[in-house]
């Protein structure tokens, strides 16, 4: 169903490595990357007591946070060296509470573009009883130029 | 702006109070009920390097995650008693970078309903400079009889 | 991709096609189905004057009042016989301008629910030169008792 | 609530107007322009069978496509002389059947930018007994330079 898509930048894995290692949220939720490709990228989380909403499942801040991460890498992935990416906007449907022992969220991108890049995700719980789909995120991000921190 | 909402349930801000209190997530925040009012709700987080994207702002993740849970409980305040609140969806537009010493996120019910409530809020970061309003958001909510735990 | 589903009115198919007769718009559209399953159906709209934007293309407006009732109606397929369908919310990305002979909407039933029924579709500009993706819909059906005309 | 806003084209009436003309479909809705003001736009669009859903109600591809036209105008007064309006993606919840002798959409800037500008916007039916609110809308819209057709 994805396009194959050519990156502009050999070295996107590394880029996307680096950028979620300095996310102080993503380490708080022990997030790991499980897959990085040219336009799709997916992440995944333990669960925690710490990450958990009223009923002891993932609380739907950290299954649209991980959404939002796997799209605006999928993103950057397809970006320019120079660049980096930022959510636009992005709307998502719960689909089932989120409970298992880890959540694992697919980011691709639908159709890159030159400002602005149309990515789509599904989060799925993960339990000894398999795979449930629990949301689904359409997105909208834009690649700006990296600050020179130098 | 906001209708005089009439409470089906006197105890409204306990019953908010007291889900908010077993949230893991919020708790991991550090997130702060500032306001709740029949039909409103205001939360606040303050700044930690734990909640931040890779430059150092607050991560969307959490941008998102109070402006659900302020709709959540905007809708929960207007029902009755046993009902609990789930997310049905939710759509957020980024306005601006938030960076601040806190974040505060604003929901309110646009149109309560037997099985829907649709809710509207805005974030804002809070800094010495003042407030900027960096999301708003529009979501879904739906009441669902509460379990019986005991 | 599309699960299979069961449809709990074997009649579904005769249900959306009096129902989408009744369409004032769809008739002024000159809108026709062109595929009706059990949880999947495509409109097709040809290409008039009277449909388009400023520059001449079909105008989003169109695009995405057929990708709304393309989701509405296979979210009806699944319904049982006493029931229609509402559009609680949806939410559409425009990926390229819809320039062509006709316009195609294909929706389909994501997660069918009791109350709420999520669904996801495209929109084609369809020419001489093929077929493009011009929009993506997420949309939340829900479907309530028929009303009694008699 | 709106911020007063300085448009940076004194002609920004007779753009939204003329551009308004040229949209085959908004004539076909015989849609007017009710008010134009810098970041802030109506359109009424009067009854007509010819404009139905199933039921005999405003279908809601009308009611989205005049919002979505709303706020793509109401971005544009704020655009310099050079530009055009195109929807980037849009998102609404509907949130009573629109029943009524006309149909009303305002549109409204919430922060415009550089390249993309977001906006809100809701819908009311108007009839006899009054004004009824039935739609809001959340959506990103961007400016690409017009296009010389000489």
Redesign the interface.
């Known amino acids: 169903?994805i396009p194959a898509f050519e990156p502009r930048d050999p070295d996107f894995e590394v880029r996307v490595r680096e950028?979620?290692a300095?996310?102080?949220?993503?380490?708080?939720f022990a997030a790991e990357l499980r897959s990085v490709r040219p336009g799709a990228v997916d992440i995944e989380v333990p669960y925690?007591?710490?990450?958990?909403?009223?009923?002891?499942f993932f609380?739907?801040?950290?299954t649209?946070?991980?959404l939002?991460?796997a799209c605006g890498y999928a993103a950057l992935t397809l970006m320019k060296p120079d660049m980096?990416v930022?959510?636009?906007?992005?709307?998502?449907?719960?689909?089932?509470p989120a409970v298992g022992d880890s959540l694992h969220a697919h980011g691709e991108v639908?159709?890159p573009g030159r400002?602005?890049t149309?990515c789509?995700g599904d989060a799925y719980a993960i339990s000894d009883g398999g795979s449930k789909?629990v949301a689904?995120i359409?997105a909208?991000m834009?690649g700006i130029a990296e600050?020179n921190d130098g």
């Open positions: 169903m950028s979620l300095r996310q102080g949220l993503l380490a708080t925690s007591p710490a990450l958990t909403q009223q009923d002891g609380h739907a801040g950290v649209i946070a991980i939002d991460s980096r930022l959510t636009v906007e992005l709307k998502v449907n719960l689909l089932a639908l159709r400002n602005l149309v789509r789909h689904t359409l909208t834009t600050l």
